[in-house]
């Protein structure tokens, strides 16, 4: 069974930063590599909402509440998916999740809190 896990989230104070990684365990290369993997988030009372895709080939995409702020990039030999956050708003409060559209599997996700 495919597993992906989240890391890298924690409280910062709005302007900061943070890189949140998801690995994915358990998954032959290629279900990996072929992949569109996104990042997705849920603030309190919302609903999951897509923050950042990136497809097996590199190309990205980004809501456009995180545009010029997040970047999302991925190590094929590592399985592994980043997302780079920075200029963090309180607004930017969430549980984060990746996904691999491929499998159809998601993390447990990882708190970010963006508070002063």
């Known amino acids: 069974q495919v597993q992906l896990a989240e890391s890298g989230g924690g409280s910062v104070q709005p302007g900061g930063s943070l890189r949140l990684r998801c690995t994915a365990s358990r998954s032959i290369f290629s279900e990996f590599v072929l992949a569109d993997m996104g990042w997705y988030r849920q603030g309190p009372g919302t609903q999951r909402e897509l923050v950042a895709s990136i497809t097996g080939g590199g190309s990205t995409k980004y809501a456009d509440s995180v545009t010029g702020r997040f970047t999302i990039s991925r190590d094929n030999s590592r399985k592994t998916v980043y997302l780079q956050m920075n200029s963090l708003k309180p607004e930017d409060t969430a549980v984060y999740y990746c996904?691999?559209?491929?499998?159809?599997?998601w993390g447990q996700g990882t708190q970010v809190t963006v508070s002063s």
């Open positions: 996904n691999n559209a491929r499998t159809g599997a």
